[in-house]
Nanobody, 117 residues
Framework: QVQLVESGGGLVQPGGSLRLSCVASGSIRSIDVMGWYRQAPGKQRELVARIFSGGNINFADSVKGRFTISRENDKNTLYLQMNRLKPEDTAVYYC???????????WGQGTQVTVSS
């Protein structure tokens, strides 16, 4: 299996920046896609951004131009650079990894991001 550990969450003022990290361990060679999802209180979990092994990246419309996703393949570490943060970005952010080989998806425990004035 794959284990995911997120870090980097915290409290930041609107307009500020934050970088999240996710370290994958276990059967990491089977991972094809990694991404970030978030869930605000009372809301459904939504995709923020994801990156494919082939290099393709997609973002939610709400974060385009503000967030950047990157992956350090050798160490299977995923990053989410968040700039110009808004209060509506407040949520628990989860790291996700997918394996097409095993048809499996894995999730981290989440890290809280709070954007407030």
């Amino acid at each position: 299996q794959v284990q995911l550990v997120e870090s980097g969450g915290g409290l930041v003022q609107p307009g500020g920046s934050l970088r999240l990290s996710c370290v994958a361990s276990g059967s990491i060679r089977s991972i094809d896609v990694m991404g970030w999802y978030r869930q605000a209180p009372g809301k459904q979990r939504e995709l923020v951004a994801r990156i494919f092994s082939g290099g393709n990246i997609n973002f939610a419309d709400s974060v385009k131009g503000r967030f950047t996703i990157s992956r350090e393949n050798d160490k299977n570490t995923l990053y989410l650079q968040m700039n110009r943060l808004k209060p509506e970005d407040t949520a628990v952010y989860y790291c996700n990894a997918e394996s097409s080989r095993w048809g499996a998806a894995y999730w981290g425990q989440g890290t809280q991001v709070t954007v407030s004035s």
